[in-house]
């Protein structure tokens, strides 16, 4: 069975991504937006965004951030401007799976209302686990970078114990560092009692604040509030990895003069090769077990 | 027992220093050579060189890199120019003790014929294994910021098992690198294996070159040599702890377009307030020990 991929933009991640998908056998790639790449890549097609002839698409990629909620493709390495219209979506085949990073309400409307597939990549849990990788190895290089101490033997505490909390919290503690975790239901808080680090239930953060070196929040809500940050001591760190606008009350830090950083996606900035890959990794394993089912 | 301690220049290493030292009782510190400093020490004596009273003094402590092959004193806060000659340490008490943290023949000579005691910090086991730590954390910093792929999964070969390849080893494999160490003896490459790496005897590291993400060299010889970096893979890079001039054949990677980096002390650039802290916590017990002998 061959398949015929069109990737519609997208950032350095998506040179790996491409590479693996280079190595997919009877597979055939169409690059969009990729004009301004200064190493190109050889033997694949390049088209401009309306010569795609939409009906040969088995699969459609999307960058990792999807569209905007007018349907405009972010193009990092092309000055062309792609809208994917409700129409646009209308053309394409039933067939077609289209891939993205995140999704919004846009997307999903318009994939729903043309009855086509869509994947947001970013919100399966395997891909969230192995990105989870690069975002805690970013978050070292972060600690290291701006702080004036060593990891090792730093008071740490990790706010949330899910897909990256949990490798943040494993990676600071193999480094040496004294890890407190902050979670907020009784098997994690289990977890991380079991695993020798230190458990602290959420509401009670600000209670132990005033022993933290590194404070790291995962969490998409304000949970690093005025209360928890009033008693960090004034030579910590807030490193946040949650998206924005992060979990931090960041105003208040700086009127504390409290160092706080809202990294921003960490895998694409630290290991765009590698986070290409894992995306190429899952997107492999759909299409092939697709294959399989047909 | 009161003491008194001059500090005659230093880095931002030595401002920890300084504050760990007057946590100590009956304890006077005067300062030479930080008169540049912004942010001064409240409570201390800064003086200028000349007006220093020799005979006054316990201990001296020069920076890390003592001093230059002529005596020359090298003072990052201050413009002064010290020059401490061989009449100069004729003038202090003989039982005064020097600390600095290399030294030199310039320096073994000069308090060798004046009967001064010197105390080279950095020659010592615990200070260098605790100097491993911010070491390996840079290492760890450099090998995010300049690779495109994660440390997670890279297979890393570590150049000797002393007292820095041995944290570096384990730092680097607690972060999920697949590590590999190359040694000289059968006692370290039989700890190497039972650490669960792999051992590669110094001979034939250029055999396994070319399965090397992260080339980590920490031998103060010329290892890392053609040889060696000739198999290495196009993406792969060097990072060289080794004092200047390090253990790489630099211009052959050049040549070959193998990233190499020769890092110098890391220690002071990461973490000067943990690294001022390992110097304080030793130059302590060396005077409490002392000081309790007399």
New interface residues.
């Given amino acids: 069975m061959s398949r015929t991929i069109a990737v519609i933009g997208g950032d350095?991640r998506y040179l790996?991504l491409i590479r693996q998908l280079q190595l997919m056998s009877d597979t055939t790639i169409i690059l969009v937006g990729f004009d301004k790449l200064e190493q190109g890549f050889t033997g694949l097609k390049q088209v401009e965004f309306n010569e795609l002839e939409l009906n040969t698409l088995d699969s459609i990629i999307l960058p990792i951030t999807g569209t905007d909620l007018e349907g405009n493709v972010d193009t990092v390495f092309s000055d062309q401007k792609i809208k994917l219209t409700k129409e646009w979506f209308h053309t394409l085949e039933k067939s077609t799976k289209v891939f993205t990073g995140i999704t919004n309400d846009y997307l999903v409307e318009a994939t729903k209302a043309a009855r086509i597939s869509l994947v947001p990549l970013l919100d399966r849990d395997d891909v969230a686990i192995y990105n989870s990788?690069?975002t805690a190895?970013?978050a070292?290089?972060m600690a290291?970078?701006h702080?004036?101490?060593?990891?090792?033997?730093s008071r740490v505490i990790v706010t949330g114990f899910g897909r990256v909390g949990q490798t943040v919290a494993n990676?600071f503690a193999?480094?040496?560092a004294k890890v407190s975790v902050s979670a907020n239901n009784i098997k994690e808080l289990a977890r991380i009692t079991e695993m020798g680090l230190t458990a602290i239930p959420i509401d009670k953060l600000h209670e132990h604040t005033d022993k933290c070196d590194i404070l790291i929040n995962t969490v998409p809500a304000l949970v690093v509030n005025e209360k928890a940050i009033q008693h960090l001591p004034p030579n910590a760190i807030i490193i946040d990895l949650a998206s924005k606008p992060g979990g931090t009350d960041f105003d208040y830090a700086k009127k504390r003069g409290i160092q706080a950083i809202l990294t921003g996606s960490l895998p694409s900035i630290?290991?765009?090769?590698?986070a290409g890959k894992i995306l190429a990794d899952v997107i492999k394993q759909i299409l092939l077990d697709e294959g399989s089912l047909s």
């Fill in positions: 350095a790996e990788i690069p190895e970013g070292i290089m290291i970078e702080t004036d101490y060593t990891i090792h033997s990676r193999a480094l040496g630290v290991a765009p090769k590698t």
